[in-house]
């Protein structure tokens, strides 16, 4: 049986980020997400159609994604989920760990904290920081809150190359200039405020109220369609 995954594990054969669309690499997540699950209730191996129908893609559409960073699977076989996992694992960055530093540890903040998911793709809150005094110094899921003032510091000696922002808006630019300043390549920002960074600092905004705002936007499009089929007042 020929082998058909030369995938890469190396950085030096991964495609240039500016090659590969972000929703390829949106994707990628979601099916590393339902390979790890499938592993878990015991299923080893999986085929493009399976694995599409699971999350509402063609098997076409999971073929070309993958398509991007090799040739993967087995003929007759499909893919063997841990290998794929090993495979993705590799192209996401996450084979091995990384350290986040966090700024702000309010209600989200510590909710954050306390979320194992981060845990089980490698990634793990290693220091948070707050300029609320009556925080810092307090313990919150095994992690002491430092004052700002120790951020640049604390984020050199552990080799953080990753920040995460949950302040309120007004506060996150003040925060990402000085996790810029102090090293971080990669920041997440939770604050609903557009961040000025940086050509070669990466960031990904994740704006709650957006996000429900797309959802009410899908449900009331959804109604208003059907309104108008009943109605009859459909457009040929």
């Avoid at 054969?13 to 015991?42: F, H, I, N, T």
């Avoid at 050509?199 to 059907?226: C, M, R, W, Y």
Wanted: charge should be negative; hydrophobic fraction near 45%; charged fraction near 20%.
């Amino acid at each position: 049986m020929t082998d058909q995954r030369p995938h890469p594990t190396h950085a030096a054969d991964l495609p240039s980020d500016a090659s590969v669309p972000k929703v390829v690499v949106s994707r990628l997540s979601l099916y590393l997400r339902e390979l790890q699950r499938l592993v878990a209730s015991g299923q080893q191996t999986i085929s493009s159609n399976q694995l599409g129908a699971l999350l509402g893609f063609s098997d076409a559409q999971v073929r070309k994604d993958l398509g991007f960073f090799g040739q993967f699977g087995y003929p007759g076989v499909g893919y063997r989920c841990d290998e794929l996992i090993r495979a993705m694992r590799d192209i996401l960055g996450t084979n091995h760990s990384w350290n986040v530093a966090m700024v702000g540890v309010g209600n989200l903040g510590q909710a954050l904290l306390g979320y194992r998911g981060f845990g089980r793709q490698n990634f793990a809150i290693a220091a948070a920081f707050d300029a609320d005094p009556t925080k810092v110094g307090q313990t919150v899921q095994g992690l002491r809150i430092q004052p700002l003032e120790e951020l640049a510091a604390t984020i050199r000696e552990q080799g953080i190359r990753l920040g995460m922002i949950v302040v309120p808006a007004e506060r996150a630019q003040e925060a990402a200039d000085r996790l810029v300043a102090a090293g971080i390549e990669g920041i997440v920002n939770f604050a609903p405020v557009t961040l000025a960074l940086p050509p070669h600092v990466q960031n990904v905004g994740v704006d709650l109220a957006i996000e429900l705002e797309q959802l009410s936007f899908a449900v009331t499009s959804k109604l208003a369609k059907a309104t108008a089929e009943s109605t009859g007042q459909v457009e040929p």
